[in-house]
């Protein structure tokens, strides 16, 4: 057989470039790039090889390895998962940072090759640089640290093992039932090492991403299912998404008069504007759907996870009466909440229902434009929301008092709601632009408020909710869509967390757009410690003799060549924003907002780990109706 003598990282690169995904008729390569930071783990080794040849991957210089790798993920997201970056980092720390990301890329089933270096298979050098030295095992590295968040993890320290490990990886990479970030550890030694590799390997690779059919026994039972309930109720989770169901799912809903809800992946699969489409569900979701959760005697739940926060899905059902019907690519996910179980793509399997449900339409009738109806009023509400210095309530209530609401509007020289602000954003800029958002108390409302009015613009990551992700994701959202504009939504303790791809945006000029939204706290952290009868403890950005920060964002981002604007008001905010499309550079504006304007609960309850015991009345007080509330929960 014919071979070729190539290095570990060599022929890692060369296999790269080879591979492609085949997709409803389409066929193109799957890796589309690679970031990097080097280091000696992994500089001589894999950036030697790209050095010489990196073939059609972008090879892009990431600033922090877990925010390069949420860009990774956030293009993999936005490609439906049809087209992935890889990521290399050098060894200990350098992989480390690695490990948010990962656990990001997993909960979100987002697939990512994940390449960081390991210590030396001779062990000669022993402790290499970075090598944290477990004295029980010399065969535990900072690496293992990524197993629990990979959905496949493997080290190579032989260069033939490299061939299987690939393939093993690739075909969890294009499997869309178990998409996920797939890691490879190289040994630094190893990936210089040389070896007469098959030319076989190399060849031209497909993977086919073919859409899983139902069974008949699925489909009888669904169309069953749905024809006996009078109030069914669809959540289009990312499966919905990524299986690109929007078409069928607005015919079925119309023809058979089903509502939809949507989680935060799910958001945006079908606009805001259709007109059964009520909203997001759950602990961030809106008055409307969660109102029309509590009626249906039958959940759809199409590619969802069911998180607890995003679906409240252990309560916000009548359990006694309510039955389950999960479509999913997951056997895993299916199987939850005792459902009736088609373990299927998304699409095809409503397309294959809908001939099934002829003559159906369900009893919810008018409830559904009335529903929707109720939540735009309360949208408009809170879009209107103004500060005043003697008697206001703001959203979250019974928190600050007036005092010191006026201390933070004194300190940082604002008024501006953050409810107000959000509206307003999002009655300005183009439709078609792309809004991502993951933590803090703008994912609620985003997913209450933001009306999507063009598909798939919206883009969340609630399954790791993961402080940093937002900037980063900006970059990947702009390499998956150039010449669309990007808008990063994101809080100050996210911003203060991690925003190094700013940097590498800047860098290789792709423009995106930061609307970073300044209360001096974390904000929504402080609101679940006093909505449970804490105090206010540590969550408030203060100096430690009280003194509100007023960092001036603007200025600091000015430094790294992005043009900035600093506002107060929704006149300057629609400005800027104006001012900012016009901009060929990134651009941020720092929006300082009042704390506890952002949105509340809309009847939707979290199971959160409450003290037992305490010397506060008030906690005592909440824990003893959590343990109320949890005895009407379902228990698995
Ligand atoms: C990496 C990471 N660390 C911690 C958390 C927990 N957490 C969630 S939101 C939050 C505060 C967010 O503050 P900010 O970004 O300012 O948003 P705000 O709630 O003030 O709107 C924290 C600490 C998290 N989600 N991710
Ligand atoms: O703990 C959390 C609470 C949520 O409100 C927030 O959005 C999320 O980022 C989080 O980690
Ligand atoms: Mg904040």
Not at 512 to 522: E, R, V
Not at 536 to 548: A, G, K, L, P, V
């Amino acid at each position: 057989m014919r071979t070729i003598r190539l290095t570990t990282a060599q022929a890692l690169i060369k296999f790269l470039n080879q591979q492609y995904l085949h997709v409803d008729g389409k066929e193109f390569h799957f890796v589309e790039g690679i970031f990097t930071v080097f280091g000696h783990g992994n500089v001589l080794g894999i950036g030697q090889a790209l050095e010489q040849d990196a073939g059609h991957l972008k090879v892009i210089q990431g600033k922090n390895e877990q925010g390069m790798a949420h860009a990774a993920i956030a293009f993999s997201k936005e490609m439906l998962r049809q087209k992935i970056y890889a990521v290399t980092t050098s060894v200990g720390p350098g992989s480390a940072n690695l490990v948010a990301a990962a656990g990001t890329a997993l909960s979100n089933n987002i697939p990512v090759l994940f390449l960081p270096a390991d210590t030396f298979a001779t062990r000669q050098p022993d402790p290499v640089l970075q090598q944290v030295e477990q004295e029980y095992s010399a065969a535990v590295t900072t690496n293992d640290a990524l197993k629990p968040v990979s959905r496949y993890w493997d080290r190579i320290t032989r260069p033939e093992q490299l061939m299987s490990s690939l393939l093993r990886a690739f075909e969890v990479m294009t499997d869309p039932g178990k998409a996920g970030p797939a890691t490879i550890c190289i040994s630094q030694d190893v990936e210089g090492e040389a070896y007469d590799f098959q030319e076989a390997f190399f060849e031209k690779r497909i993977h086919y991403l073919d859409r899983q059919l139902p069974t008949e026994r699925e489909l009888t039972g669904a169309a069953e299912l749905i024809k006996m309930s009078e109030k069914p109720l669809i959540i289009v989770g990312g499966g919905a998404k990524y299986s690109q169901a929007r078409d069928v799912l607005i015919a079925l809903s119309e023809k058979h008069a089903i509502p939809i809800v949507e989680t935060q992946a799910g958001k945006s699969t079908v606009e805001s504007t259709f007109i059964n489409n009520l909203g997001g569900m759950g602990v961030t979701g809106t008055l409307s759907a969660n109102k029309a959760a509590q009626q249906a005697d039958l959940i759809i739940g199409i590619g969802t996870r069911y998180t607890d926060f995003v679906t409240s899905s252990k309560t916000a059902f009548s359990f006694d009466q309510t039955k389950f019907l999960n479509i999913n690519v997951s056997r895993f996910q299916a199987y939850k909440l005792d459902a009736f179980q088609v373990v299927a793509d998304a699409k095809t399997t409503l397309e294959q229902l809908m001939p099934m449900l002829e003559g159906y339409r369900s009893n919810f009738g008018e409830d559904i434009p009335c529903l929707k109806e109720e939540w735009l009023a309360e949208r408009h509400r809170l879009s209107q929301v103004s500060f005043n210095r003697t008697e206001y309530d703001p959203e979250i209530k019974n928190h600050f008092s007036q005092v010191t609401l006026n201390e933070y509007a004194a300190a940082l020289e604002t008024e501006f709601a953050q409810t107000t602000a959000l509206v307003a954003i999002n009655d300005t800029i183009d439709p078609a632009s792309y809004v991502i958002g993951s933590a803090g108390s703008l994912p609620g409302d985003l997913q209450r408020l933001w009306r999507s009015e063009v598909p798939n613009t919206y883009h969340l990551e609630y399954g790791y909710s993961c402080m940093g992700y937002e900037v980063s994701g900006a970059l990947g959202i702009k390499l998956a869509h150039p010449s669309q504009e990007v808008y990063a939504m994101v809080g100050d303790g996210s911003f203060l967390m991690l925003h190094s791809e700013l940097i590498t945006a800047i860098q290789y000029n792709q423009k995106i757009n930061l609307l970073l939204f300044d209360n001096s706290g974390f904000g929504c952290i402080n609101n679940l410690q006093m909505d449970n009868g804490g105090g206010s403890y540590f969550c408030e950005f203060r100096t430690s003799d009280n003194r509100i920060l007023n960092i001036d964002y603007a200025k600091v981002v000015e430094g790294y060549g992005a043009k900035t604007y600093r506002v107060n008001n929704k006149e300057d905010l629609i400005h800027a924003l104006e001012d900012a499309k016009q901009q060929t550079c990134s651009t941020l504006i720092e929006i300082k907002v009042l704390p506890k304007t952002m949105t509340a609960g809309y009847e939707a309850w979290w199971n959160v780990g409450v003290a037992e015991v305490s010397n506060k009345e008030s906690v005592q007080q909440v824990y003893d109706a959590k343990q109320k509330k949890l005895q009407e929960a379902k228990q698995y």
